[in-house]
């Protein structure tokens, strides 16, 4: 039963900022990369950036220069600094985790429920 929950969305203004926080809780054996993913209405979920477990990041074009993924291990938890904010950011936001449980012996993907980030212009 590990989870990801994240946090931080909510509406905010073109050009402003949201800081948005994925917390992994469980019996977790180990995390490698994760990442955050969003998906707007109408549109398939794509990939906004990633973070490996040494601190390798990797960012969507459209993303780069304006946010920022960052892990802290020792709280499961991964953050995506967004600044400078577009209402095409504009989306769901999932946290993403590939991780093995206490119990398990191969790698999962999880994720999280989502939060609605909304720009406004």
């Known amino acids: 039963q590990v989870q990801l929950v994240e946090s931080g969305g909510g509406p905010v203004q073109a050009g402003g900022s949201l800081r948005l926080s994925c917390a992994a809780s469980?019996?977790?054996?180990?995390?490698?990369?994760m990442g955050w993913y969003r998906q707007a209405p109408g549109k398939q979920r794509e990939l906004v950036a990633t973070?490996?477990?040494?601190?390798?990041?990797r960012y969507a074009e459209s993303v780069k220069g304006r946010f920022t993924i960052s892990r802290e291990n020792a709280k499961n938890t991964v953050y995506l600094q967004m600044n400078s904010l577009k209402p095409e950011d504009t989306g769901v936001y999932y946290c993403?985790?590939?991780?093995?449980?206490?119990?398990?012996?191969?790698?999962?993907?999880?994720w999280g429920q989502g939060t609605q980030v909304t720009v406004s212009s």
């Open positions: 973070i490996t477990s040494g601190g390798s990041t």
């Open positions: 469980g019996s977790i054996f180990s995390i490698g990369t």
């Open positions: 993403n985790a590939n991780l093995i449980s206490d119990w398990g012996n191969r790698w999962e993907d999880t």
